[in-house]
């Protein structure tokens, strides 16, 4: 059964910095993409950040130079590094494996302050 658990949201002031984490289980972690979402009040979940298998990496627009995306295949652990935070990064926070489209974890709340 895949498992997903974030942890690491909070609420921040603006040009604060945050790291999400995500632990994965269930799955052969190491052979899967991960990805960050997003999903702000009354709005859809958005894509954020991507980590290939092999470590290549693709970025949102709006956090392209803020955000980092990284993974620990060794901790099955996926982690996105977030700086210089605004108001509008506010959000819950999801990874999720494309792999496997039905699953994903509780989120984790992301409040910047401004």
């Known amino acids: 059964q895949v498992h997903l658990v974030e942890s690491g949201g909070g609420l921040v002031q603006a040009g604060g910095s945050l790291r999400l984490s995500c632990a994965a289980s269930?799955?052969?972690?190491?052979?899967?993409?991960m990805v960050w979402y997003r999903q702000a009040p009354a709005k859809e979940r958005v894509f954020v950040a991507q980590?290939?298998?092999?470590?290549?990496?693709t970025y949102a627009d709006s956090v392209k130079g803020r955000f980092t995306i990284s993974r620990d295949n060794a901790r099955n652990t996926v982690y996105l590094q977030m700086t210089s935070l605004k108001p509008e990064d506010t959000a819950v926070y999801y990874c999720?494996?494309?792999?496997?489209?039905?699953?994903w974890g509780q989120g984790t709340q992301v409040t910047i302050s401004s």
């Open positions: 980590i290939t298998s092999g470590g290549t990496t």
């Open positions: 999720h494996p494309p792999g496997f489209p039905n699953y």
């Open positions: 269930g799955f052969i972690f190491s052979l899967n993409t």
